[in-house]
């Protein structure tokens, strides 16, 4: 692809403009990883809080919370 040459303030200014898109678009990525990885967390310690809640009080932990761990298992192994 080739670029046209709009004079070099014209260029310049494209080329800035670039270069931020694309730094946003790493920014946005990096901040929906940010959450991703905190949700995620969250859920990992609320399972693992109603699994050992769970395992004191002698009851039965919930069906999502089985699958959960099962599937986690399963790709340790």
Same mark, same amino acid.
């Given at each position: 692809?080739?670029?046209?040459? !709009?004079? =070099?303030?014209?260029?310049? #200014? %494209?080329?800035? @403009?670039?270069?931020?898109? #694309? $730094?946003? $678009?790493? #920014?946005? $990525? @990096? =901040?929906?990883? +940010?959450?991703?990885? =905190? *949700? /995620? %967390?969250?859920?990992?310690? $609320? !399972? +693992?809080?109603?699994?050992?809640?769970?395992?004191? &009080?002698?009851?039965?932990?919930? #069906?999502?919370? /089985? @699958?959960? !761990? &099962? /599937? *986690?298992?399963?790709?340790? @192994?």
């Amino acid at each position: 692809m080739t670029k046209t040459s !709009f004079g =070099e303030y014209f260029d310049d #200014q %494209r080329d800035r @403009i670039i270069k931020d898109m #694309q $730094n946003k $678009n790493a #920014q946005q $990525n @990096i =901040e929906w990883m +940010e959450r991703y990885d =905190e *949700r /995620k %967390r969250k859920k990992h310690e $609320n !399972f +693992e809080k109603e699994l050992l809640e769970c395992s004191e &009080k002698g009851v039965e932990i919930s #069906q999502e919370c /089985k @699958i959960y !761990f &099962k /599937k *986690r298992y399963e790709k340790e @192994i």
